[in-house]
């Protein structure tokens, strides 16, 4: 497969010419905040990038203030926080079931509360694990 690359040899040239958007200035400015808290430029240094990268007009521009940066790291979700979403989505769909069947029953106790606190008081424990694991995971120095 041809890439445009192909056909023309400046082809960085022409997509650092390429106007950018408010939010391409925005996620610039955060890969420099970032920076800047994990110690990498002064603060001084930040002032003076995060003008030139809110002020800049082209792809080039906006590049040549973060070129010197590490990359940022890209958050994935812990397997325990993919799992619990997939719990909570089922907790739902099943008491919705359980109410609807009270509702067509014409019951006067709301029975199913109780597998809503019974299931629930395991999904808060699941929360906890996943949210007390993530914590410690940004805690984690890097290696």
Known sequence: ????ADD??????LASRVRVSDRDRELAARHLRDAASAGVLSVTELDWRLDRALSAATRGELEFELFDLPVPRRRRRSRLRRWLG?????????????TAIWAASG???FWPVWPMIG????????????HSSQASEDLRPDC
């Open 1 to 4: 497969m041809r890439h445009a």
């Open 8 to 13: 023309h040899p400046d082809f960085a040239a």
């Open 86 to 98: 997939s719990h909570v989505a089922t907790f739902v769909i099943v008491n919705t079931g359980l």
């Open 107 to 109: 019951s006067h106790d």
């Open 119 to 130: 299931w629930g008081m395991v999904i808060a424990g699941h929360a906890y694990s996943a």
